[in-house]
């Protein structure tokens, strides 16, 4: 059964950045046409903001799939061998600029914000000043689209910083991969889609990756700290969170059609009980119920879940960590103490889905 959200719905589609693992995005844009669901108003980062300004652009889901797999490393990393050269360490970036830019002007509108029938919301980061630009917000719509794009994927050392308007930008997630609080000002609803975080498990022999992935590992682990803290205290309208699991790599097209697969499989996923989220006051959605145990025997007392669950967790006369309620209720921003315990002692078992209740509804949700 399809979902055709009213006209009064203002939904927004948010999409984070993640390098290559951001092609997940086109999976879930697939599923949201499936279920007739909307957008009133795209916002991205660095590829989230390229697909969403070329959807924005009338470029089918379809089609973008199309050209993604078609996609190989040299149509956007090409080695900025003469500038490494001459320039060493005054380089502006490792990779060349102009294949990046050819494909944003491939994919994105040619236009100005200012010609857009729908909002466009462009993250990036002024690397001068230091601070957050929103294009497409109110008095920054009289830039051309592929100009903030192209800063919004320079990732810092990557590839140079561009020019908008007067300001040398580069890539938004340096602050916020995932805006969406700038996009909750006009939303009745958020979709989400994080593919930057996602899969933050332990690696081993991170030495053998190069220095690229290594640093992609470190961007990855700042991205999720400060994305972390607006996702577990959102105070905004309700929205789903949808984080696939795209795995590590956020340079390999080796896998591009299983990235669209894998985001159009969590998207339908999340979006099953979507009717109920319309008119929750807030939150983040969709909810599961977990129940929480300690392994007292990997447990070596170091306080880092107190520290970051202190309503959650504690510790007891014997220094070992406990929990204050066996059973929770997360959305999939929640429970991060679990993954950063450093001996793996907290076990979260997922028991059964929780769906909030429709207003007029009765009962516990």
């Known amino acids: ?6 006209p009064s719905r203002r939904i927004a589609l948010v999409l984070g950045g993640g390098g290559m693992k951001g092609f997940a995005h086109i999976g879930v844009m697939t599923a949201l046409e499936e279920r007739g669901i909307v957008p009133t108003l795209y916002a991205g980062t660095s590829i989230g903001a390229m697909l969403a300004a070329a959807r924005v652009g009338g470029m089918a889901p379809s089609e973008l799939a199309k050209r993604s797999v078609t996609l190989r490393r040299r149509d956007i990393f090409r ?11 005054r380089s502006p970036s490792i990779y060349l600029e102009d294949p990046l830019r050819d494909l944003t002007r491939a994919v994105v509108p040619p236009g100005k914000f200012s010609d857009l029938d729908m909002p466009l919301l462009v993250n990036t980061v002024d690397i001068e000043r230091g601070q957050p630009v929103i294009w497409g917000s109110p008095g920054l719509k009289d830039v051309y689209i592929h100009d903030a794009v192209y800063a919004s994927c320079a990732l810092p050392g990557f590839f140079p910083p561009g020019l908008v308007d007067g300001r040398l930008c580069v890539d938004g997630g340096v602050v916020d991969n995932l805006p969406v609080a700038i996009a909750s000002l006009d939303a009745d609803l958020i979709i989400a889609v994080d593919v930057g975080s996602t899969d933050l498990r332990p690696i081993h022999d991170a030495l053998s990756l190069g220095f690229a992935n290594i640093y992609m590992r470190a961007a990855t682990t700042m991205m999720h700290a400060l994305q972390q803290y607006p996702l577990t205290h ?6 789903v969170l949808i984080r696939p699991r795209c795995g590590e790599d956020w340079l390999s097209f080796s896998n591009i059609a299983e990235t669209i697969d894998e985001g ?3 998207a339908h996923k999340a979006l099953e009980d979507i009717d109920a989220f319309y008119d929750q006051p807030g939150g983040v959605y969709p909810r599961r119920r977990f129940e929480l145990e300690v392994d007292r025997d990997k447990c ?3 306080g880092l879940c107190v520290s970051m669950a202190p309503s959650l967790m504690g510790l007891d006369s014997e220094g070992k960590a406990y929990t204050r309620t066996r059973t929770v209720e997360w959305s999939p921003a929640d429970g991060d103490f679990v993954h950063a315990c450093p001996t793996s002692a907290i076990i979260a078992r997922k028991t059964d889905r929780i769906v909030p209740l429709k207003a007029g509804e009765r009962g516990a949700a």
């Open 1 to 6: 059964m399809q979902t055709v959200p009213t």
């Open 79 to 89: 080695i900025n061998h003469f500038g490494m050269l001459m320039d060493r360490m």
């Open 234 to 239: 959102w105070d905004g309208p309700p929205m």
């Open 264 to 266: 159009h499989r969590a």
């Open 300 to 302: 070596i007392g170091c």
